[in-house]
């Protein structure tokens, strides 16, 4: 599977699992943004880590 179908269902997956929680839970929009920004600045802080930890190896192996 490419790159931009797998793009497409993630974006169709998270339509379908924020309409369902709107449905079921009666949660606002507001409420939806701010958890989705949450994880959005969890997958940011998460991926500099591990950017710098890559980074950190590389720089051990050059030292060697």
Known sequence: MDIDTQTDLLTN??????????????????????????????????SVIELELEDDDDEDLEEV
């Not at 079921?24 to 994880?39: A, K, P, R």
């Open 13 to 46: 997956d998270l339509c379908n699992l924020i309409n369902r929680y709107k449905e079921e839970f009666d949660l606002n929009d507001q409420t939806i943004i701010g958890v989705l920004e949450f994880v959005k600045y969890d997958l940011l802080a998460t």
